[in-house]
């Protein structure tokens, strides 16, 4: 069969005409992959060198200041090496074990040599020593001092606070005796409360002691040194002491000579209402040391004269 020239020609159209429909599939195909590709999310991972992990010695609940480290206060985290940036810390639990708090640690916290005792006892020391003991710096002592619920704020105070310690104590005034009322001590640490030590322990005596006697009377320790036991001790003698609670910030000593029943009589004192800064003064009056009563006797009424 011939084929002739206008065959050619169809069959070179159909050609063309099928690679254009080619090529415009593939310039759509082409498209929507390209914007396809555009909006898709692209997640890069990064791989990092798996970091070197150390061992460090933390606790696994709140200690409290003077509280004696036991195995089972004690856990181990894995912290990377980078992130340990402090000195003083602990790889092993068992060589914290027996150390005093010298400060207080919440649940978590890392357990560091400047937080506790230095000194790690044997195992004998550590049942019989006091915990109070470990918690006494150079130079300094642990003196108690018999309180009631009123002079020794009990019911208020905790150990860890800081108070002042008032001495009232009998003076000689020429030929009469006066009584006086004077800041002795200031901003004290307390160690222990009533029957309670900082950790919460009942001490052997105290167990047979009635609740309600306990209360009454009890027994603070504070933490003083040389100068200062010889003072409280003195006042404990010659008087009677009582304890003010003071606020966590304020360490100010305040000189102070004292009161007498003659200073509080006429006692002048500034309004804290008062914005002028004027001064008001508060009498105490005078009581005389001679009253009259009125006797009755049948219809006559004396006036006697009585001291």
Known sequence: MKILRSDFILYGIAALAAILAVMLVYGYVEKRVSEAESKEIIKTVTVVEKPELLPIVAVNRDI???????????????????????????????????????????????????????QNPDEKDIQDSSEVEALLTKGMRAMRIPVSAES?????????????????????SGSQKKVISRNILQNVEVLTVGRFNRVGKQDDVDKKTNTEMAEKVSMV?????????????????????????????????????????????????????????????????????????????GDQVEKVVVR
Not at 93 to 117: D, N, P, R, T, Y
Not at 158 to 171: A, K, L
Not at 248 to 267: C, L, P
């Open 221 to 297: 320790t504070l933490n003083v040194d040389v100068k200062q036991a010889e003072s409280l001790a003195l006042a404990m003698n010659v008087g009677k002491v009582h304890l003010a609670l003071r606020s966590a910030a304020d360490a100010k000593i305040v000189n102070s000579r004292g009161v007498d029943i003659r200073e509080m009589q006429t006692s002048t004192i500034k309004d804290p209402l008062n914005d002028a800064g004027d001064k008001v003064v508060q009498k105490v009056p005078y009581r005389s040391r001679q009253e009259t009563i009125e006797v009755l006797q």
């Open 152 to 172: 020794g704020l009990l019911g208020i105070l905790n150990p860890g606070d800081h108070v002042d310690v008032i001495s009232v104590f009998e003076v000689q």
């Open 64 to 118: 409290l200041r003077g509280e004696r480290l036991s195995e089972a206060d004690l856990t181990v985290l894995r912290v990377p090496k980078e992130g340990i940036e402090v000195s003083g810390s602990f790889q092993d639990a068992k060589q914290a074990v027996g150390h005093v708090a010298q400060q207080a640690m919440f649940k978590g916290e890392w357990v560091l040599k400047s937080k506790i005792g230095t």
